[in-house]
């Protein structure tokens, strides 16, 4: 007889022997003990890639799961990362956290996934080249213009 079964937490239970009264035999009962291990798990964070200026699509944001998740032990799995639509360009863990009162039955690994934010294309419009202009009757020469952008990007 045990209180350890089949949707107890990890842990140690006492096994009892009961009933073992026979008149024939001298019968010693030693108890024995029961041991629940935790269940392996291992979580990781997607990989996703996101153009600069543009909103996470959540629908990406579904982390891998390696091992299992018992039935009836109610656990979620938050996922965060930088959600900025104006996050620089660069690289920003997405995080994996189990929660829910069963995660103590679980040995748990969680890995990181990787957001990429890369540069958002540029369109820098040319409007020349321009006629001379007169003013006061004098004619002056086109203007040049230059432009430079601030991303860092090259105008051509």
Sequence with gaps: NTTGLQTSNAGMYTISVIGINNGNYALIAINGTLTVTKAPLTITGPNITRTYGTAINVS????????????GDGITIN??????TNA???TYPVNVEPVGAKVVNYNITTIAGVQTIEKANQNIINFGPFDDITINGINTPSPTLTATASSGLTVV
Excluded: A
């Excluded at 990406?60 to 039935?71: D, Q």
């Excluded at 996922?79 to 900025?84: A, L, Y």
């Design 60 to 71: 990406l944001l579904t982390p891998s799961i390696s091992g299992t998740i018992f039935f």
């Design 79 to 84: 996922t965060s990362t930088n959600f900025n």
């Design 88 to 90: 620089d360009v660069g």
